[in-house]
């Protein structure tokens, strides 16, 4: 007879089926980068070495902390504006007949002619690179909202009002708690495409940065930094990930169970 795993030892499964594929794919890399023996292809011995060096003389950081500062600023803009306008629409056709076709435009226009209508717009400053990339990632966001407030439950709503909730009751206890997912989704979504498109932005057009950095790195083919600093970023979202919004997430679905 089977019996169930206690909390803990679920929560280490869980862990380790999370971490064991990236182990495989770190060994797939070493075998493959010693086969090759090419230069473009370093082995992952040889990009930690470089994370390494780089974190010690601060530079990793520093470049690191500045890209995140961008995501950090554009991440949060996108979602405000993004989940105000998706609710907006999901709840009022009107807006949502006026609107859809702008939604449309926004996430068919490429990213990189965004970034340089800005830079040429505004100049080469912070203000129109964190402007770039809310642009770019407002319509992700509203598109998810717009179809979970069209999906909230009507009846729960109804029962809300017998009670004689207040406004401001109905809507964080009662509509909010419905978006949760399509919250969550946007947000991971929102921080992969994000980080993507500050490095287009740094790359382009700042003086610091992990896509400016990588930038440097490509015109001297240096692929090993080029890794280094990619995984470097990739980490930090993961941790992300796994300290913030999945114990956040399941707190907030805790309802739902």
């Avoid at 679920?10 to 794919?25: E, G, T």
């Avoid at 070493?30 to 992952?44: I, K």
């Avoid at 068919?108 to 040429?120: D, G, H, K, R, S």
Wanted: one cysteine or more; glycine letters at 6%.
């Amino acid at each position: 007879m089977s019996q169930e795993l206690s909390p803990p030892a679920n929560a280490a499964n869980s862990s380790w089926s999370r971490v064991w594929p990236l182990l495989l794919l770190t060994l797939l890399w070493q075998l493959v980068a010693l086969q090759a023996h090419s230069r473009v292809l370093p082995t992952p011995l040889a990009v930690a070495g470089v994370l390494w060096r780089d974190i010690l003389s601060g530079e990793l950081l520093f470049h690191l902390g500045k890209t995140l500062g961008r995501v950090t600023i554009s991440f949060c803009l996108a979602m405000l504006l993004g989940v105000g306008l998706g609710i907006l629409m999901g709840r009022s056709r009107r807006w949502d007949r006026l609107l859809d076709s702008l939604l449309i435009l926004g996430l068919n226009i490429p990213a990189l002619v965004t970034t340089i209508l800005c830079y040429i717009w505004f100049g080469l400053s912070e203000s129109a690179a964190i402007l770039a990339v809310v642009i770019n990632k407002i319509p992700m966001v509203a598109i998810n909202l717009r179809e979970g407030a069209r999906a909230v439950d009507a009846n729960l709503m109804e029962v809300a009002q017998v009670y004689r909730l207040r406004k401001t009751e109905r809507f964080f206890k009662v509509y909010l708690p419905q978006l949760y997912p399509c919250l969550f989704s946007s947000a991971r979504n929102g921080l992969a495409l994000i980080w993507k498109i500050v490095l287009v932005v740094e790359l382009l057009g700042r003086s610091d940065g992990v896509g400016f950095q990588i930038g440097s790195f490509f015109h001297f083919f240096d692929i090993t930094s080029i890794l280094a600093y990619s995984l470097a970023f990739s980490g930090v979202i993961f941790l992300l990930e796994a300290l913030l919004l999945r114990p956040l997430e399941q707190r907030l679905n805790r309802w739902r169970l």
